[in-house]
């Protein structure tokens, strides 16, 4: 019987993602417009958007990188 673990990167992966997307939420009442011209949930909303999608790419790629001992 083998011990699966938790694929922790896919899991970090998954949440980056949901942020990614959050950050793109429209909020009236937001203090400040954001890059993109309107009031979002961020006010850095192009830029962290694209920080988290690639911590996404990091994530998914060091998943897939396993070595071969964990195969």
């Known amino acids: 019987m083998t011990r699966q673990t ?3 990167h896919l899991i970090f ?3 980056e993602l949901s942020l990614a ?3 793109l939420i429209p909020r009236a009442a937001a203090s400040k417009a954001c890059l993109l011209g309107y009031k ?3 006010s850095f909303t192009p830029i962290s ?5 690639a911590l996404v790419g990091l994530h998914l ?4 990188r ?3 001992a964990e195969s």
């Open 6 to 8: 938790t694929p922790t």
């Open 13 to 15: 992966a998954v949440v």
């Open 21 to 23: 997307l959050v950050t």
């Open 40 to 42: 979002a949930l961020c």
């Open 49 to 53: 958007t694209l920080i988290l999608l």
């Open 61 to 64: 790629f060091l998943h897939y």
């Open 66 to 68: 396993k070595p071969a």
